[in-house]
């Protein structure tokens, strides 16, 4: 289900687990290691998402109110 999405390519080239490993965690034989990764994963591109958010509201001049 995730092959295409860049997971492998992520996880591999960050030095996070050996290819071996990462294919075993896509192929659904290490599950609670996959969703610990996946959970990273996410966080990570929430906060790059809201870091961006942030950037372009204040390039085009729009509060942001709490």
């Known amino acids: 289900m995730y092959r295409d999405a860049g997971l492998r390519h992520l996880l ?3 030095g996070l687990y050996a ?3 990462v294919t075993n965690i896509l192929a659904g034989k290490d599950f609670y290691r996959g969703l610990t990764d996946f959970r990273l ?8 998402f809201l ?4 950037a372009w509201c204040y390039d085009n001049s ?4 709490q």
């Open 51 to 54: 870091n961006n958010f942030e």
């Open 62 to 65: 729009n509060e942001i109110h």
């Open 12 to 14: 591999t080239v960050a």
């Open 41 to 48: 994963v996410d966080k990570a591109l929430i906060i790059r």
């Open 19 to 21: 290819p071996a490993t």
